[in-house]
């Protein structure tokens, strides 16, 4: 049975002024994510990947093109229905955790379920993520690996239809990045959360259904890796 598309790209543009010189960091690009996948941006530093995320995430707007969630153009929506986008829609990894360092690691994640319509237990979570027995434990008290790990479980506590991760294995070692990784599969495939991960990483990129090249704020083709994928 085919996938519902969940996301829609069209002719997205995105530019910046630097001085006298403007810089398109995203030139045209158009694509499709379907319910359910997991999707990898592809490309090198300063290739626009970020500023995609980014207007994915509602973080940043559009300078034309449309971009829609289930329908709805997203950069068409108020301050206010942003804000209940990014809130009760999206979830967010990124790369250095971002964590509250006066807060335990329960507290970091409590937080993020406080402000969601449809939030998970915060037990259960930190369960799944593998982290029950640091729940009482601070940021400073936990691995860079735990650290992402209590970052993750902090975007998924909210139930989040879309799970967008900004280089999330740039600050681990390997075995952490690997964990990182299939935990983001298990994740993907236990609750059909649909996840986005931009990364410069080849070997990361395999883990996935499609993988968006992206070049120069160009889309350049499309990768499809799990042939089982619904397209």
Do not use: W
């Amino acid at each position: 049975m085919k996938s519902q598309t969940l996301m829609e790209a069209k002719n997205l543009v995105k530019t910046f002024k630097m001085g006298e010189v403007v810089v398109r960091a995203l030139d045209g690009v158009d694509f499709t994510i379907n319910e359910g996948e997991f999707v990898v941006i592809l490309g090198p530093s300063g290739s626009g990947k970020s500023t995609l995320l980014n207007m994915i995430g509602g973080m940043d707007c559009i300078d034309e093109g449309s971009l829609t969630f289930k329908g709805q153009n997203i950069h068409g929506l108020d301050r206010n229905g942003l804000a209940e986008y990014r809130r009760n829609v999206v979830g967010f990894v990124f790369q250095f955790y971002n964590l509250i360092p006066s807060l335990n690691a329960y507290e970091n994640v409590a937080l993020a379920a406080q402000i969601s319509k449809n939030a998970l237990s915060v037990s259960d979570t930190l369960e799944q993520v593998g982290l029950s027995d640091r729940a009482d434990h601070f940021p400073s008290q936990l691995s860079g690996g735990q650290q992402q790990r209590v970052a993750m479980a902090r975007a998924i506590v909210k139930n989040p239809a879309v799970l967008l991760c900004d280089e999330p294995t740039g600050a681990l070692d390997s075995e952490s990045s690997d964990a990182v990784m299939q935990l983001l599969k298990t994740i993907n495939q236990t609750h059909g959360t649909t996840v986005i991960v931009i990364t410069h990483d080849q070997d990361i990129a395999k883990i996935a259904d499609r993988i968006f090249h992206i070049q120069d704020g160009r889309l350049t083709h499309v990768e499809r890796v799990n042939q089982s994928a619904a397209s």
